[in-house]
């Protein structure tokens, strides 16, 4: 499965940018459709990259998000299987607490915030 590969990250003001990383001396960048020089610098510890999936609501999953996972039940009623777990990138892939990211169905994640605004 191919996934489209961008970015995102938080400027000094608070402001989310997305888009394809760029680092210079100057600074962390990530760029708007127009790339350089058009682009917006952001604070380097909150850069995250597209995990690829989006919630059931369709807003794309970033590194850092944290996301809520449910399932529903026979009588159509939505239970939370986890309350809140960070997306994290390790051994070569994403990963939502103990379980890969890949094994769950998008209609069952809800992004409930993420590590930066906590």
């Known amino acids: 499965m191919n996934r489209e590969i961008k970015f ?4 000094i003001i608070g402001h989310w940018y997305y888009g394809l990383l760029c680092k210079t001396k100057e600074g962390t960048f990530i760029s708007n459709s127009a790339g350089m020089p058009m682009a917006y610098e952001v604070r380097p510890e909150t850069i995250s ?3 690829g999936l989006k919630d ?3 807003v794309e999953i970033y590194e ?3 996301v809520s996972v449910y399932l529903e039940e026979e009588n159509g009623a939505d239970i939370i299987v986890d ?6 990138f390790e051994n070569q ?3 939502l607490g103990d379980f890969p990211m890949m094994s769950f169905i998008e ?3 809800e992004i409930i915030g993420n590590i930066y605004e906590q």
């Open 8 to 11: 995102k990250g938080k400027c």
């Open 49 to 51: 990259q597209y995990t």
């Open 56 to 58: 059931k609501n369709g």
């Open 64 to 66: 850092g998000d944290v």
């Open 83 to 88: 309350n809140e777990s960070e997306v994290k």
């Open 93 to 95: 892939s994403y990963w």
């Open 107 to 109: 209609e069952n994640l």
